[in-house]
């Protein structure tokens, strides 16, 4: 049958501006694209359990994005589909308006593809969604539905959270690109909160560019959101995409915590380095030895004391409905003194301040954005050690495929930029990811 006959169809792993590419030729593509996604999804869905609801109304709207299906972490507001926040106590609730990104993304053009499975709200008790490279394993979390999503190929972009390592890590187990912009990057108004100091709101694609695409459509500011920084304005060019920034100067840091990295991971990453260098980046070895003391300790004194604020009024009034960790994080955040909390907040803006002057002289950090591989066993989804430094200081951070581990899992690597600096942390990862050229393919669920 000739292909006008059957209209174009998109390659499997297509990304945004792939796909938007083929729309400016291909209006038909446009209309059928959708609706291939929600067969996909239906046909995965009962092994990768990605979804917490899946879409109805898949009518094309006009805009930049048109055509473009993209999920929704399932703690963000959508008023024409359920909220569960992960909770069975938001079961049945449907808010009465939209997130503020997913409105924008609305009036872009998108077409919103559903919730993703979110842990009980962002915290640490797990969905049943699996890592589509291997069912026995988590896909991390608490973004868990959105990066199995985009790595099995249903849709080429989702939302996702990060509160310490939501987005990176979750797109490093799956194989994806993850990025984490500046904090208060794009406006969280509607999506409930864990810890109003560091929630963060990103993305999972396939490309750079596709995230590059995403935040220069969604940046923004809301009155609703007293945390909002603009960022300089730039914008993507459909065929070219971002300008890569070549030959970068890198800071590689490792962390003291470096010995408890799997060995196949330290492998990938010292290989990673060899091969940018070897294409003409300039790589240092960096300590940042005080924000390596400071972060953990202080980023969870000030999550579970925001979180405690938060959730105790909700775990006493439902006490068979929410779960052991959520409890947990109540009872640790009580514990923190008024004390205790401002000297991490005083640190926080200590160490944020500092970051410019700790890199100077470099382009961005290469760094990781995990131990490892994925853990086995859905009840744990990672360590978040290496991503929490960088939402402690509310720094751009990207994570790109780089490898794979001994259980044939994705092991990623993490470029970091300083605060605010999002486009330069982009052309950089646009730049490695190019010389690194490692496409990790479409898990076999997808098939």
């Known amino acids: 049958m000739s292909s006008s006959a059957t209209g174009s169809a998109p390659r499997a792993g297509a990304g945004v501006l792939d796909l938007l590419r083929l729309f400016q030729k291909d209006q038909a593509a446009a209309e059928r694209h959708a609706a291939a996604c929600l067969d996909k999804a239906r046909a995965i869905e009962p092994q990768l359990k990605a979804f917490e609801f899946l879409p109805t109304d ?11 299906p993209v999920a929704i972490k399932d703690i963000i507001a959508t008023s024409e589909m359920p909220t569960t926040n992960g909770s069975p106590i938001y079961r049945d609730h449907v808010p009465a308006r939209d997130a503020w990104v997913v409105e924008r993304l609305r009036n872009l053009g998108a077409t919103i593809f559903g919730k993703t499975v979110s842990t009980e709200f962002a915290w640490r008790h797990p969905g049943p969604t699996v890592n589509p490279w291997n069912s026995a394993h988590t896909p991390g979390g608490s973004s868990s539905g959105s990066a199995a999503a985009v790595a099995a190929g249903i849709v080429p972009l989702a939302l996702g959270s990060q509160t310490l390592g939501s987005v990176i890590r979750p797109a490093a187990f799956n194989g994806v690109v993850g990025f984490k912009p500046s904090f208060g990057a794009i406006p969280r108004t509607g999506v409930h909160p864990l810890s109003p100091s560091l929630d963060h709101v990103g993305f999972f694609a396939r490309r750079v560019d596709d995230v590059a695409l995403a935040l220069s459509l969604l940046a923004g500011t809301s009155d609703s959101d007293r945390h909002g920084v603009p960022l300089p304005a730039f914008q993507v060019d459909i065929e070219a995409g971002i300008a890569p920034l070549p030959n970068p ?52 004194v000030i999550l579970a004391a925001e979180g405690a604020a938060i959730f105790e009024d909700l775990v006493t009034r439902y006490p068979d409905r929410t779960s052991d960790p959520l409890k947990a994080l109540v009872a640790s955040g009580e514990a923190i003194t008024a004390i205790d909390y401002l000297e991490a907040k005083k640190e926080q803006g200590r160490r944020r301040d500092a970051l410019a002057t700790d890199i100077k002289g470099f382009d961005a950090i290469l760094t990781l954005p995990a131990f490892g591989e994925a853990p086995r066993g859905l009840h744990y989804t990672g360590d978040a050690e290496y991503c929490a430094p960088w939402t402690f200081v509310g720094a751009p951070a990207v994570t790109l495929p780089a490898g794979f581990g001994k259980n044939a899992l994705p092991l990623g690597i993490q470029i970091v930029g300083d605060y605010r600096n999002d486009l330069r942390v982009l052309e950089v990862a646009k730049w490695v990811e190019a010389a690194l050229g490692f496409d990790p393919g479409i898990p076999a669920i997808a098939a």
């Not at 492998?267 to 980046?281: C, M, N």
């Open 249 to 300: 100067r890198l800071a590689i840091v490792r962390f003291e915590k470096w010995s408890r990295v799997e060995i196949e991971q330290q492998k990938v990453f010292d290989t990673a380095i060899e091969t940018l260098r070897k294409a003409g980046a300039v790589v240092e070895e960096v300590g940042l030895a005080e924000l390596d003391r400071v972060n953990w300790h202080a980023i969870n």
């Open 58 to 68: 898949l009518q094309r709207r006009p805009g930049p994005l048109s055509g473009i």
